[in-house]
């Protein structure tokens, strides 16, 4: 096998090892407890596995962490569905309203922009949506545009979502619309379902595939806009001209949280801090160690791999 291929592996077996542990892992517990492997775990080791056995690119073996923080959002659904009677219901509400004056956000603007709905909802839905590609599409539009960042993305996009993933597992939190239906809050909409559902019932099977209906806090759907928004700042360096539009996106995406009943106040701003900081350690770490770990052919010494 041409060690050019597989620079990812070589560079790091640490971490390729450690992913591959978890998927192991991960699915034999899956399967002896009996809850279900996702098709993230299958295809996650069917990668890792394809890219062992196989002549391995090495945009495969890059963009196997961005697979392994689905896994990872699986098995924590699944954790914490199994304790939903844990779950914070009241102290979000009475935050929110310490915080609005007596409000809940979700509640008070889908009550004051009715008269906006048909023009506001669907946009906002498709901002909401765009959560589950925005990183892989942005990874990839760095790994091809920006190399000597893509390893910089990545630490601190698995490490952001695996903060993320642990308070969800030590802090669940119900959210505004599931609240409502459990009759603690007034009516809150789920306009992102209620749109799918217009579409033949997806959006039945959007609410129904939901793996952590209680992974409220933080909002990582506001943490990675904001860890894009600093990492497309980042790569334009001391003068980042317009790329701070960026901050456009988890600022739009927040509202849309809050409008779509999907997220309290402080959810929101909570992962926005969440993706901004990662960014910034990340940033840190990697100026501390980039001396101590020149590589051989004088590409980043934390790159995870270089194209083939």
Not at 98 to 126: T, Y
Not at 178 to 207: C, E, F, K, M, W
């Amino acid at each position: 096998m041409s060690t050019t291929r597989v620079r990812g592996i070589a560079r790091h077996p640490v971490v390729y090892g450690i992913l591959l542990a978890y998927a192991a892992v991960s699915t034999t517990l899956m399967l002896v407890h009996a809850v279900g492997v996702t098709s993230d775990h299958a295809l996650l080791l069917i990668l890792v596995i394809a890219a062992i056995v196989a002549p391995a690119r090495a945009i495969v073996w890059d963009f196997l962490p961005f697979l392994s923080v689905g896994v990872m959002f699986s098995d924590v659904g699944t954790m914490v569905e199994r304790h939903t009677e844990a779950a914070h219901t009241l102290a979000p509400i009475t935050i929110e309203r310490s915080l609005l004056g007596g409000n809940v956000a979700a509640v008070w603007l889908q009550d004051h922009l009715r008269a906006v709905a048909a023009v506001i909802d669907v946009p906002l839905a498709l901002v909401y949506i765009s959560f589950f590609a925005a990183p892989i599409v942005f990874g990839l539009w760095v790994w091809l545009r920006h190399r000597d960042h893509f390893a910089l993305f990545v630490a601190a996009y698995v490490g952001m979502m695996a903060v993320g993933f642990l308070v969800h597992v030590i802090y669940p939190e119900t959210p505004p619309w599931l609240a409502a239906r459990d009759g603690v809050l007034p009516y809150v909409d789920r306009i992102t379902v209620t749109l799918l559902n217009h579409l033949g019932g997806v959006g039945r099977l959007y609410s129904g595939a939901d793996p952590a209906p209680y992974g409220a806090m933080p909002a990582l759907h506001v943490a990675v806009p904001s860890l894009i928004a600093a990492t497309a700042i980042g790569i334009r360096g001391r003068r980042p001209g317009r790329a701070w539009l960026w901050v456009l996106y988890p600022l739009t995406m927040a509202f849309a949280t809050l409008y779509l009943g999907e997220h309290y106040l402080l959810d929101a701003l909570a992962g926005m801090t969440l993706g901004f900081l990662s960014y910034a350690v990340a940033t840190l770490v990697r100026r501390r160690a980039r001396p101590a770990r020149p590589a051989a052919d004088g590409a980043p010494g934390l790159s995870l791999g270089r194209a083939a």
